[in-house]
């Protein structure tokens, strides 16, 4: 599998976690299928490829359109809102370092709900909750705060508040795997029509 295979799977999944954020901040509502994707990837230790972490390239579909869309259409608003938090998203992942306070925090919390995870269909709730709290805890705390733009009335809501802060940090675990697959910022405007023939190949 090409390394931008790998680069473009896991930029689709962050993608389609922002997605996820941006259907809550401003329609109060969300695909669940898209949503289960992304929160299940948070527990998903040790694949055999990129793809097993979001279960397959299917699951990925509104990222994949998301992700191309973010290329070829610099004035779309949702692509442009998108990118602001990737670019947040990116810096933070910098200082979630094996060896920081803060990934030894998640990972301590991750593994504590691994179990729950595996009947994530029953325990959604309870997850989103946890990994809502862990969200507030760890990455809230740092810097760059990541502000959701959206209605006010949706956003004071605390379950859609909740989901939001859950999607973040899947969010965050895609961007990581990003970098670990060689992603950076370079290949982002050097690689497009790379990352572009790969969206087509994930796509068909």
Same mark, same amino acid.
């Given at each position: 599998?090409? /390394?931008?295979?790998?680069?473009?799977?896991?930029?689709?999944?962050?993608?389609?976690?922002?997605?996820?954020?941006?259907?809550?901040?401003?329609?109060?509502?969300?695909?669940?299928?898209?949503?289960?994707?992304?929160?299940?990837?948070?527990?998903?230790?040790?694949?055999?490829?990129?793809?097993?972490?979001?279960?397959?390239?299917?699951? *990925?579909?509104?990222?994949? #359109?998301?992700?191309?869309?973010?290329?070829?259409?610099?004035?779309?608003? !949702?692509?442009? !809102?998108?990118?602001?938090?990737?670019?947040?998203?990116?810096?933070?992942?910098?200082?979630?370092?094996?060896?920081?306070?803060?990934?030894?925090?998640?990972?301590?919390?991750?593994?504590?709900?691994?179990?729950?995870?595996?009947?994530?269909?029953?325990?959604?709730?309870?997850?989103?909750?946890? *990994?809502?709290?862990?969200?507030? &805890?760890?990455?809230? +705390?740092?810097?760059?705060?990541?502000?959701?733009?959206? +209605?006010?009335?949706?956003?004071? &809501?605390?379950?859609?508040?909740?989901?939001?802060? =859950?999607?973040?940090?899947?969010?965050? #675990?895609?961007?990581?795997?990003?970098?670990? =697959?060689?992603?950076?910022?370079?290949?982002?405007? /050097?690689?497009?029509?790379?990352?572009?023939?790969?969206?087509? +190949?994930?796509?068909?």
């Amino acid at each position: 599998m090409s /390394t931008y295979n790998s680069k473009t799977i896991a930029l689709a999944g962050a993608q389609q976690a922002l997605c996820a954020v941006q259907d809550i901040a401003w329609k109060g509502s969300y695909s669940q299928s898209d949503f289960d994707t992304c929160l299940q990837s948070i527990f998903v230790r040790d694949p055999e490829n990129y793809e097993g972490v979001f279960g397959s390239v299917q699951n *990925l579909q509104s990222g994949l #359109r998301a992700l191309r869309t973010s290329f070829k259409d610099k004035r779309n608003k !949702e692509a442009v !809102e998108r990118t602001r938090y990737m670019v947040s998203l990116m810096l933070l992942s910098k200082k979630v370092q094996p060896e920081s306070s803060v990934a030894q925090q998640i990972a301590t919390t991750l593994s504590l709900l691994e179990e729950t995870a595996g009947d994530f269909e029953n325990q959604r709730n309870y997850i989103i909750e946890r *990994l809502a709290q862990l969200y507030q &805890n760890t990455l809230s +705390k740092m810097t760059p705060r990541i502000i959701v733009y959206g +209605k006010p009335e949706i956003l004071d &809501n605390q379950e859609n508040a909740a989901a939001i802060r =859950a999607l973040l940090l899947a969010g965050l #675990r895609a961007i990581i795997l990003w970098y670990q =697959a060689g992603g950076n910022q370079l290949n982002l405007l /050097t690689g497009k029509s790379r990352y572009l023939q790969q969206i087509d +190949k994930l796509l068909a």
